[in-house]
């Protein structure tokens, strides 16, 4: 093919007459092709041979694009339906990217993809909107390049759709809105590339008709990726005329030219699956012994790369259990506290704490949730090696009263020797818990940018006596302590179980109450109700797992809920798990509300197999004959994701009184990506990425700001990281974005297949805790693992950026 040949197909666009002869170079493998002297071409040949509108719109846009901006993101713009420009040896040497606005079906002979695989091996880029999906659809390297190929029953009417933009840092989304709604033709895929592409928008079904090949919640319609030696974006919007007049698609469009032409950086790695590595750092414990692992309950890591996990109490199964209350060592387990060290790869028995906590406590006399439970490190701990463990003393049990003492103690650690020092225990804060009726104990603890100690406590109520719906019968006890009525717990301004406390550690072993608790402790009201100042969050019925992101100092917390596995038109909501932004100090609601402000019915004497009225979320009353504390309780705050067994965020219609008609019929779902059934909720952490690390392990800045949740169970429950709204999380707004990362942390009876905790370490790996296959107890699977990412940094490399090192 002639020089003028190439001039001549370049010149046949619809918009050409406007743009002059580009100068022809010889393409070099050893370098990318384009340069400084930017260019783009539009290719937009078609099978059919017919002018499209959108293509037109489509060349008009791309050329303002290139003309707009700063100058040195400026480029220029060549267009062509001629396809023997991909075989000139100098045709395409000199474009810095190559755009498809439309498919048309075979549009290259096989030499002619060939050329524009060179192109790309070259270090080309490349950017397909929409219809390029359907371009080459025999050719298994296009497929790769654009990333999936749009389902034949997609629907093909312009729809109003919410776009989530999960990306807050590609060139192409960063400054696009999370919540983004627009009009468009809405591809469903033959396969969904997520994991395989990294996608960086997502189109939500629930808000259009995606038609019989809907892909579901995870619906991606933008994404790029590092492919066969180039960069390569696609996005299957721009379907409209109209798109290309829009503001934000056509920002969207420039993102994308910036990182194809390598006029910019982006990260397109950071959600391909196999760019991480999930490594089990312990083996299985030697026969008899726990030398490296406990049951597993919680982790912290240290500065210096440390990790320190704690084992709850439960025993080897091949141990005996006590179950007769008239043993003195009823329950007797052991807490340990075991540390990993990165240099050595070598685990260390740091010490055990006699606990009561092995099974064989509590009214079934099979299980028992007390023990050790939560652990947390001094914010100076690198100086002071101070250890902060929440736990239950075995001394401290009363076998006659079937009561016990709960305690947050302050303990040294020799950094040296990675040794506990038993007698170093300062005792904080102690509480007294019910043991005759197992469970919900809680354990997490966490800390704020201002030296507060958050501690998690459970509701310390049996799960039966309400048919898994409000744990609120008040009638069962033990020597008169209520053990089914978490009004006397959960619902008592009083009580310290059911609560997120909040303390100041001194240094002498004592605390302060900060500012902004929800009770001052000084409350009262005309019947004798009093306050706990310790009370940050009530309401809570199981939270295993909170994290508090110092960067804002927000809390997030997860609760597992009660074991209904249906709504009733008599009772309530079903069985709730719960994770919550927790802004302020407030009330959660149970065992009053859960969800957003769904109400149970209230049970009381004489006889609590009937029901009374509703709950007022609004206004809750606690008048439980358990209940000491104010009757007058703060008003429930909706919390920002619930999930039951039948799906995520159920809701329903409420009548005139705001009561909802718990017909599972009518339940719609808010949050199409969860699911539960057996569910147990794992509260993550906030990803925050330290650019000034040097770790290769860390996680990518895409994560940045990204909240993980999870659940015990790994089979439709969720493990995802999220995106809330700053503007509506603190008052239980949901998320605006999710994404599943069960192919980055695996699943499986191989993987990490019952998740207890998971934490981010200093070098920005994911640290996690397997529980194992048993119930109260460690077993072979019972590990800690560690997730790193090994997809390398942002491309193209400073040193390939067409001007300069950015």
């Known amino acids: 093919m002639t020089a003028a040949g190439v001039v001549a197909g370049l010149m046949s666009g619809p918009t050409a007459s406007a743009r002059p002869d580009p100068p022809l170079t010889t393409m070099s493998v050893k370098s990318p092709p384009g340069g400084a002297d930017v260019r783009v071409l539009i290719f937009y040949g078609s099978a059919a041979g017919e002018e499209s509108p959108v293509v037109n719109a489509a060349i008009e846009a791309i050329e303002k694009i290139g003309l707009s901006g700063t100058a040195d993101q400026r480029f220029a713009v060549d267009a062509t339906d001629d396809a023997r420009v991909f075989t000139d040896e100098t045709g395409l040497s000199r474009y810095n990217a190559i755009v498809f606005p439309t498919g048309g079906g075979d549009v290259l002979d096989p030499e002619q993809e060939a050329g524009l695989e060179t192109y790309m091996e070259a270090g080309g880029g490349f950017v397909g909107i929409h219809d390029a999906a359907r371009a080459e659809p025999y050719s298994d390297w296009f497929t790769g390049l654009v990333g999936a190929r749009p389902a034949t029953s997609s629907p093909t009417a312009v729809q109003r759709a919410v776009v989530e933009v999960g990306d807050r840092r590609h060139p192409a989304t960063q400054d696009l809105p999370v919540q983004w709604k627009r009009p468009d033709q809405w591809f469903n895929w033959t396969q969904n590339p997520s994991g395989a592409v990294h996608t960086v928008a997502r189109v939500r079904e629930s808000t259009y008709r995606p038609g019989a090949s809907a892909n579901g919640w995870d619906h991606p319609v933008s994404w790029c990726r590092d492919y066969d030696g180039g960069r390569s974006f696609y996005t299957g919007m721009g379907g409209t005329v109209s798109s290309y007049d829009e503001t934000d698609f056509r920002a969207h469009l420039r993102g994308a030219l910036l ?28 026969p008899g012994q726990n030398d490296q692992i406990g049951e597993p309950h919680g982790l912290v890591t240290a500065p210096d790369g440390r990790v320190l996990y704690i084992g709850r109490g439960g025993a080897d199964s091949s141990q005996p259990v006590v179950t007769d209350w008239k043993n003195p060592d009823i329950g007797k387990g052991k807490g340990q506290v075991h540390v990993y060290d990165p240099a050595t790869k070598k685990v260390t028995l740091a010490g055990e704490l006699t606990v009561f906590g092995n099974k064989g406590g509590g009214d079934e006399l099979v299980k028992v949730e007390e023990g050790l439970l939560g652990i947390e490190l001094d914010p100076r701990f690198a100086q002071n090696g101070w250890v902060y463990l929440h736990y239950t003393p075995h001394s401290q049990i009363n076998r006659e009263t079937r009561m016990a003492e709960r305690r947050v103690s302050r303990f040294t650690l020799d950094l040296a020797t990675d040794k506990l020092d038993l007698g170093s225990e300062k005792a904080l804060l102690k509480w007294p818990v019910q043991i005759h009726s197992c469970c919900h104990a809680g354990g997490g603890m966490t800390w704020d940018s201002k030296g507060n100690l958050y501690i998690a406590t459970g509701d310390n109520n049996s799960s039966g006596f309400s048919g898994g719906y409000s744990g609120n019968n008040p009638q069962p006890n033990y020597q008169g302590v209520s053990f089914a009525d978490a009004r006397r717990t959960a619902g008592n301004t009083n009580n310290l179980n059911g609560k997120i406390l909040r303390i100041h550690p001194e240094p002498d072993g004592t605390y302060t109450l900060p500012d902004g608790n929800l009770f001052t402790g000084r409350e009262t009201d005309e019947g ?17 797992r909170i994290f508090v992101d110092q960067k804002t100092d927000i809390l997030y917390a997860g609760w ?8 009733s038109t008599t009772w309530g909501p079903a069985k709730y798990d719960t994770f919550a932004v927790i802004t302020e100090a407030g009330n959660r609601g149970w065992p009053y509300c859960m969800g957003n402000k769904q109400p149970y019915r209230d049970r009381n004497l004489p006889d609590p197999a009937q029901p009374l009225g509703w709950y007022d979320c609004d206004h809750p009353k606690n008048e439980s004959p358990n209940n000491d504390g104010l009757v007058n309780l703060p008003s429930v705050t909706g919390n920002n994701i619930w999930y039951s067994p039948q799906g995520g965020a159920p809701d329903f219609p409420r009548d005139t009184n705001g009561i909802p008609s718990y017909k599972q019929e009518e339940a719609t779902y808010l949050l199409p990506w969860l699911k539960g059934g057996g569910q147990a909720a794992m509260n993550g952490p906030v990803y925050r990425y330290d650019a000034a690390s040097t770790s290769a392990a860390k996680w990518p800045a895409y994560w940045d700001g990204k909240w993980f949740v999870g659940d015990f169970y790994d089979a439709d429950q969720p493990r995802n990281a999220v995106l809330t709204d700053p503007k509506t999380h603190g008052a239980g707004g949901l998320p605006v974005h999710s994404e599943s990362l069960k192919k980055i942390v695996p699943v499986g009876n191989d993987g990490i297949r019952n998740l207890m905790d998971w934490k981010f370490g200093p070098d920005g790996a994911l640290y996690v805790l397997d529980y194992g296959r048993g119930f109260f ?12 990412y090994a997809g390398g940094g942002p491309t193209p490399a400073a040193g390939q950026l067409a001007r300069g090192n950015g």
């Open 259 to 286: 990182w194809t032409t390598r006029l910019a950086q982006a990260d397109c790695k950071a959600t391909i699956n196999g760019n991480y590595k999930a490594e089990r750092l312990t083996q299985p414990n030697q």
């Open 560 to 567: 597992v809920g009660p074991d209904a596995s249906a709504p």
């Open 777 to 788: 107890t460690s077993d072979a699977k019972s590990a800690l693992w560690r997730v790193t």
């Open 528 to 544: 004798g109700g009093r306050t706990r100042g310790e009370i940050y969050v009530m309401g809570v019925r199981n939270p295993a």
